[in-house]
């Protein structure tokens, strides 16, 4: 009569030590679905608009190949752009929301999609990854928009 809680706890332990299937991973974000947020002011070609929203070229390409200038972008992206702004040579002034839904993995998902599908002149691009838009974001917590665009000509936008 004993071998019915013997039996019921053998069972128990099975379960306990028998491997679990793993959670799979959250799906990478789609930079180019994500993109079509910025399409909507940047083109679906990165553009632009003359005068209102600035082209995602050359510019986007010399910023991310130098350490402050992909601390910029992505601060752009989370923390948005407010003020003059000169790239390749043509004034902007204009309005850029901070894109706040977006993780890190989401910004560093669109920061390479305009790198290797929009932006395709200049020099080579090195991909973001969600660390180094962390990073980016924990060092300019205080700045808000009108201080991002400020950086744009220190750090070698233009």
């Not at 947020?37 to 990165?46: F, I, P, V, W």
């Amino acid at each position: 009569m004993r071998t019915l809680p013997i039996a019921a706890a053998l069972a128990a332990l099975v379960f306990v030590v028998a491997p679990r299937p793993v959670p799979a991973a959250a799906p990478a974000a789609d930079g180019a679905a994500l993109f079509a947020r910025c399409a909507a002011c940047h083109t679906a070609t990165g553009k632009g608009v003359p005068g209102a929203y600035p082209p995602l070229g050359t510019d986007f390409r010399k910023l991310a190949a130098k350490p402050q200038g992909r601390r910029y972008l992505a601060l752009v992206v989370s923390k948005g752009v407010m003020g003059a702004l000169t790239v390749e040579g043509k004034p902007y002034r204009g309005v850029m929301p901070a894109l706040t839904a977006l993780d890190a993995a989401g910004v560093a998902a669109v920061l390479n999609h305009v790198g290797t599908r929009i932006a395709t002149s200049g020099p080579a691009f090195k991909p973001f990854n969600a660390a180094e838009i962390e990073a980016a974001r924990a060092s300019g917590v205080s700045l808000t928009a009108a201080d991002v665009a400020k950086l744009h000509a220190t750090v070698g936008g233009g």
